[in-house]
Every structure is written in C-alpha cells, then in structure tokens.
C-alpha cells in the first residue's frame, strides 16, 4: 500500500492478489469468476491526467456514498453490491482490512453498456459548450436564450460513450440506440431520468442542487443493475443551493480547487502533472467531506 505521511491510499497493495485493472482512482480485483472487489483509492485526476498527490479520504467518501445511494435507489434499480463489510469478503481479502474497511466493496461481476448514462438537469459543462454552439444538447433542441447553469425546462438524457483518449464523447438517443438496441437504450434513458429525479429532490431538501450525474450500468444475468458509482462528487455536479446563481460558472463539491490552482499556475496539461500544494489538498479533501456530510447527514466512518 502505498501512503503519504497523512495516511493517503494512492495504490493498494494487496499481497498475493494481482489487480485486474487500475483506473483513475478504483483498483480491482477478481473474486472468483462471478465477483470482483472494488477499492476506491484517493487518486484524483485532473484534465485527464492523474496526479501523483492524493486527497485524504477521497476513496471512502466515493464508496460510502455509493453505497448510501445504491441503498436508497434499491426500489428503482438493482445494484451490483454484494457486500460492503470487510468481515464477510472471501478468506483472502479480509486481511488487509487496514486497506480496504470504508472505501471497498464487493460486487457481482456485470455486463456493461459501453455506454454512459448522463442526465442533465442545468446547463453546464460539455452541455453548455454544446448548447452556445448548435442550441442542442445531444441532439437536444433547447429553448433559445438560456445562461450557463440555468435549471433546464426538464431534465434530458445526454448519453456519451468514453473516447480512447481524452474526454467522453456525447451522442444522440439514436447512436446510443444503434450500439445497444433501442428496447435497451429506452430503457436506460427511462431509469437514468428517473434516478436523478429522485435524487435531484432528495438532494435539494439537503440545499444541494445536483446539475447533472453519470450513471454506469449493465447486467447481472437478465438483470438490469447499476454498478461502479452513483452520485459522487466525481460523478455528478454538487452546487451549494445557497450560493446558487445563474449566468457563469458555479462553485461545486468536487475537485474545483484542484483545477483552479492548476489553471492558476498555467500547468499545460500533460504528464506529469504538478504536486498540489497542502493547502489545495486539504480544502479539497473538506469540500468532499462535506458533500458526505449534507446529502448523509452523518459523518464518514
């Protein structure tokens, strides 16, 4: 396991087991042929590029989250957990309880769409990039004249397929349609509308505005489930409601000191990356923390 002197997981080191793929901030390991066990790290990527600072406590807020989420949306869709308690893992994993206890899960092993699932509720990011240049989203028509980060009439599913390199891709219902078969990708539009509708609400009565989100789904056997994360600050805008105010850019619950500080020092956004400094590190991690906090209303174990 590799740490900072503040206890940062940046790769987990699990002795005798070989990952089966590292990603952005989640190491995965096989469990069988039917399970893998999810450890999400406290890497952070910025511009596409991982940086070799970590943010404390990162990977337990995205898994406690998750799993808070998946636990509250359990009436609408089906989730790919099996457990999250370390005691219950197979013989091999629960030994290294010092690195997997509140930031791991163990998962059915699912099908998964090669497509995401991105519903938007304002206008905001590739959205709004998309609307000032055509006044679509996604194919989208949307009435003309709004402001960046304006609340949308209705929330729309904005599906994007994730390129070989760089940022996802957008596509329209029809492409999504042509890869996975229209009955499918009805279907996910409909779930994906109806996950963030509740959970836009829920969001709000804690006086959080959740943007947008990108959800991941696939199949367990026949099942439709939702899989790898749900509603986390890397997943979704998080805007304080209290400070909302259309017309440019709002401050979020996600890694916003990070870019900030690495547009600040005109970083030119190839590997590597530079070192963030305590402070940046420090208010990001509390900008997480928080977000745990109001949509939980308890604090991260």
């Keep these: 396991m590799t740490l900072t002197a503040e206890h940062i997981v940046l790769l987990t080191d699990l002795d005798g087991c070989v990952p089966c793929l590292r990603g952005k901030v989640r190491d995965l390991y096989a469990s069988g042929e039917d399970a893998l066990l999810f450890v999400a790290s406290d890497r952070i990527s910025a511009f596409d590029c991982i940086l070799d600072s970590g943010i404390p406590r990162k990977g337990q807020v995205l898994t406690q989250l998750s799993l808070f989420w998946f636990d509250r949306l359990s009436e609408v869709i089906a989730n790919h957990v099996i457990t999250a308690d370390v005691d219950a893992y197979p013989a091999e994993f629960r030994r290294f309880r010092d690195q997997l206890e509140g930031r791991s899960m163990l998962v059915h092993r699912a099908r998964m769409v090669p497509v995401e699932c991105v519903v938007r509720g304002y206008l905001s990011g590739s959205g709004w990039k998309d609307y000032q240049a055509t006044g679509a989203v996604c194919g989208i028509r949307l009435p003309a004249g709004l402001r960046e980060s304006d609340r949308l009439p209705e929330p729309i599913f904005t599906p994007a397929t994730k390129a070989e390199s760089g940022h996802d891709i957008n596509i329209s219902l029809e492409e999504m349609a042509s890869r996975v078969g229209r009955d499918v990708a009805v279907r996910l539009r409909d779930v994906s509308l109806e996950i963030y509708r509740r959970a836009a609400a829920y969001a709000e009565s804690r006086g959080i505005i959740l943007a947008d989100s990108k959800f991941e789904m696939g199949f367990v056997d026949d099942r439709l489930v939702l899989a790898d994360e749900a509603l986390t600050p890397d997943s979704s805008r998080f805007w304080p ?61």
């Design 241 to 301: 409601a209290d400070a909302y105010r259309p017309g440019g850019p709002q401050p979020s619950f996600d890694k916003q000191f990070v870019r900030d500080y690495l547009e600040q020092i005109k970083w030119n956004k190839q590997p590597p990356a530079p070192a963030l400094p305590p402070d940046v590190i420090a208010r990001t991690s509390e900008k997480y923390q928080e977000a745990f906090r109001l949509l939980t209303g308890r604090e991260l174990k």
